[in-house]
């Protein structure tokens, strides 16, 4: 039976942690440059109140990232042995987390908490940003025999 490789599975995490970040800074920049707009800067208007700022805020993205990559991989870790090839695997768990993280979320633009806006443009962002970070994460995976 094959075991699950833990070490591999925090240094995916790392890597796709280090993809997502260069792919959200890639497609926020670009979007901003090119129409103008903002993610942050749109959620700030409609939250105004929020408390965390600055090194605060930046510790505690990392580690949510973190968390979420090591998790990500981890299910692609648990799902490669049904699927038998890694990109194809890569591509199901990014299915799997932007459904888990955005079905909630539709929860929020429905109650009017959320701006439609503002959900749209997150969520075209992490459709090229979530598989990005698998893809490359899941590359340095390797299972133990």
């Not at 408390?51 to 505690?60: N, T």
């Not at 979420?68 to 799997?96: E, M």
């Not at 701006?115 to 090229?128: C, E, G, Q």
Request: charged letters at 10%; a neutral charge; hydrophobic letters at 60%.
């Amino acid at each position: 039976m094959r075991k699950i490789n833990l070490g591999g599975i925090f240094l995916g995490g790392v890597i796709a942690s280090v993809a997502f970040l260069c792919a959200e800074l890639a497609v926020e920049g670009i979007v901003s440059a090119v129409f103008g707009y903002n993610e942050g800067e749109l959620l700030r208007e409609h939250f105004s109140n929020s408390r965390i700022r600055g090194a605060e805020y930046i510790v505690i993205t990392l580690i949510g990232l973190f968390i979420f990559s090591v998790t990500s991989i981890w299910i692609y870790a648990l799902l490669l042995p049904r699927f038998n090839s890694w990109i194809k695997t890569a591509l199901v768990v990014s299915l799997i987390v932007l459904c888990i993280a955005y079905l909630p979320i539709i929860n929020f633009v429905n109650l009017g908490l959320l701006p439609l806006t503002v959900f749209l443009m997150s969520f075209i962002f992490n459709l090229i940003e979530i598989p990005a970070a698998i893809i490359l994460g899941s590359a340095v995976y390797r299972i133990k025999e």
